[in-house]
């Protein structure tokens, strides 16, 4: 499987910069700062089951919507 | 906005106090910032402020030197008062044993009893967050990550001096001293405020991917998987022995969308770094190199100035390394009178906090 680091990473920017553009960079950072960076990952990057467990665990934090 | 400014160079705490509180006059303060070089007795110092603003909330820390309008100054008191008007709501919390716990969470139940919001949906152009904390404690990464998890509100603030010993570093908030410690305080100003983070440095072309790294003691072993002061010399075009002269001038960035967020290292151990911050195993840093700090922090406070069309004041923290540097040119009356005209206080950090811990920047909150 492939993309879902990318659509994870877009779940949490989108839901927590709430259409804000500095807030979307604000978010980016923090997740440049907890060693995944964004730019990093595409459509396209394999789905490493370590990175996607981090990101899966800010999500159900942040209580995001996955759906 | 209602904003006032003193500062006292008496060498006794009692004096310097009586100083503030007879330059402030009858100014009904809601809310009074205060930082004090560590030659202060601690526990006097928290409480004196404390007792001689007894209808304000206080807080502040002990410093590497202090910085008010126009002046860099040592051995000082500097104090922003705020008044009642100015501020539609304060709440300050302390967080104590940060090095072991994780008291973070209980402050912000505290904000949002507060506030009457939940601190995840607290709104970034109205409300500010304000960070002290000890600046030897280390525990900075973990709790500016984990105050950001929790609020997009801005957090900035500094990291606690010691005029260089190295010894003890000190928070203060109502009347009381801490250590091992950090203050949080969330404001409600009545009119806009901005931030403003600067650095003097630019991007290098050669990249330092961090491949190996000892996250607790800030140490990176490894950069592009060869030895990290191996990897480090060669980027910067020199000798193992000689990388720790260019440390200043050549720190390494995380760099996004062309601004550095600069990560400064602290010494050589055997092949390996040690940094004044925390870097994670994956990151990809530049290699920054110095640029001017007068004429980048000028254009900083133009630009602000310029956004929220005057200011009425500011709170600088500057790292301590930046301080250093103005010294060793000779530029820190330059430096200070960047300041002029405009009620400043700040101090020299042992770290910044915006979004995540840094060194060698600049922070500052800036209100209309």
Redesign the interface.
């Known amino acids: 499987m492939a993309g879902n680091i990318k659509r994870l990473i877009d779940t949490i920017v989108t839901q927590r910069a709430h259409g804000d553009k500095i807030l979307e960079g604000t978010v980016k950072i923090k997740l440049i700062l907890k060693g995944i960076d964004p730019k990093n990952y595409t459509a396209q990057s394999d789905d490493d089951p370590v990175v996607m467990g981090k990101l899966q665990e800010m999500i159900n934090e942040y209580k995001l919507n996955t759906e | 906005m209602n904003i006032k400014t003193a500062f006292s160079v008496e060498s006794d705490i009692r004096e310097a106090v009586a100083d503030i509180r007879q330059q402030l006059g009858g100014f009904e303060a809601k809310m009074l910032v205060f930082f004090a070089s560590s030659i202060f007795d601690p526990e006097r110092a928290a409480r004196l402020m404390g007792n001689a603003f007894p209808d304000a909330v206080t807080f502040g820390c002990s410093t590497a030197g202090e910085i008010v309008s126009g002046r860099m100054l040592n051995h000082s008191v500097v104090v922003m008062a705020f008044s009642r008007d100015s501020l539609n709501g304060v709440k300050v919390e302390v967080l104590e044993n940060i090095t072991t716990g994780n008291p973070v969470d209980k402050a912000f139940d505290a904000f949002e009893q507060h506030f009457q919001t939940p601190p ?1 949906a607290m709104d ?1 152009k109205k409300y500010l967050g304000i960070l002290l904390i000890d600046g030897l404690s280390g525990a900075e ?1 973990r709790v500016i ?1 984990r105050i ?2 929790l609020t ?1 509100i ?1 957090f900035v603030g500094g990291s606690a001096g010691d005029d260089l010993k190295f010894s003890a570093t000190h928070v203060y908030a109502n009347g009381k001293s801490y250590t091992n410690a950090a203050v949080l305080a969330v404001l409600e100003p009545a009119g806009p405020f901005s931030f403003i983070k600067t650095q003097s440095f630019s991007p290098l072309p050669q990249k330092l991917l961090v491949t190996k790294v000892n996250e607790a003691k800030r140490e990176i072993l490894e950069f592009n998987h060869k030895p990290a002061a191996i990897a480090y010399a060669e980027a910067v075009g020199t000798s193992v022995a000689d990388a720790p002269n260019r440390f200043m001038s050549n720190p390494v960035g ?1 760099v ?2 062309g601004d550095p ?1 600069v990560l400064s290292p602290q010494r050589i151990m055997g092949d390996s770094m040690h940094f004044c911050c925390g870097v ?5 840093l530049n290699l920054l190199e110095s640029t001017d700090i007068i004429a980048d922090t000028k254009k900083a406070l133009e630009a602000a100035r310029s956004e929220l069309a005057g200011i009425s004041g500011i709170i600088t923290f500057n790292c301590i390394l930046r301080t250093m540097e103005l010294e060793q040119k000779g530029q820190s009356d330059k430096y200070g009178e960047l300041f002029a005209g405009i009620p400043t206080i700040g101090f020299s950090t042992y770290g910044e906090q915006f ?2 811990h840094l060194n060698q920047t600049a922070v500052m909150i800036a209100f209309h």
Not at chain 2, 280 to 284: I, S
């Open positions: 995840a970034r990464e990550d950001g998890d997009n801005n995380l996004f969308e967020y994670k195993e994956g990151m990809e979004i995540g």
